[in-house]
């Protein structure tokens, strides 16, 4: 799922700005909830938004939300939710999913996260902030959706258990052909992890592209006082000394590199 969004306007700014289909998509912004709404199709202005190159309307509004979920950044439990099954059991009622099998496909929600069946009568309060969060990918899984938009997808995780989530949104992406949205205020996250960026501060699109083109132009980051990842400062100051180094996403390889030229 592709969506185009052509002059929108948010609080009296206007932005245009795409996300592409089948890439994990970095959206760096400072927690503009209105923004989020409008990812998620929640407030919009129909006519000014196209997705797979078709301009919605009222009518085709409801079936592309059905399309898209939205995880939030922290997990919430209903409070009459007590076990995962009642939880999912639940999104499918409140969601109002057709579904043929709906045990079938809380079991198939669950294994393709990495929890198997025996997660269905935990008690949520039990769970770990990674067991949470992939509940909260369980659940988006229910409704089958191409678009997948997850904000500040890592956090209260350690470094281990990021990259294990990391690896879920690679297989959801490859595996089974999901669109995926970072929605965060974490340049490094945006840097490390995603395809595509789309940069906005105050408003205003500061600059979108594939993550190369972004992350090379280090002037109009700066221009916007926000914050460059230090392995790219680390790299650049390598360039200024006339060091050949290639742009990478993790130090390790950067180590390897300054070996191999110096």
Known sequence: MELSYKNITINKHKLSF?????????FYIDNNDSLKELLALNDIDEKKIKIDNKTINNKSIID???????????YNNIFFTTTVHDRLKYEIKRKELVIK??????????????LNKDYLDRNINTLSSREKKLLQFAIALLSNPDLIIIEEPFIKLDMKNEKKLFLLLQKLKEKYNKTIVFYTNDIDIIYKYCEHVIIVDNNYEVITGSNKEVFQRSEILKKHNIEIPEIIEITNKA???NV???????VRDIIKDIYKHV
Do not use: A, F, P, W
């Open 239 to 241: 360039k200024k000394k």
């Open 244 to 250: 050949k180094l290639d742009y990478h996403k993790d």
């Open 101 to 114: 099998n709906e045990e079938k496909k809380i079991v198939d929600s669950q294994k393709i996260v990495g």
């Open 18 to 26: 795409t996300i592409k289909h089948g890439m994990i998509n970095g």
């Open 64 to 74: 592309y939300k059905k399309r898209i979920s939205l995880i939030e950044k922290e």
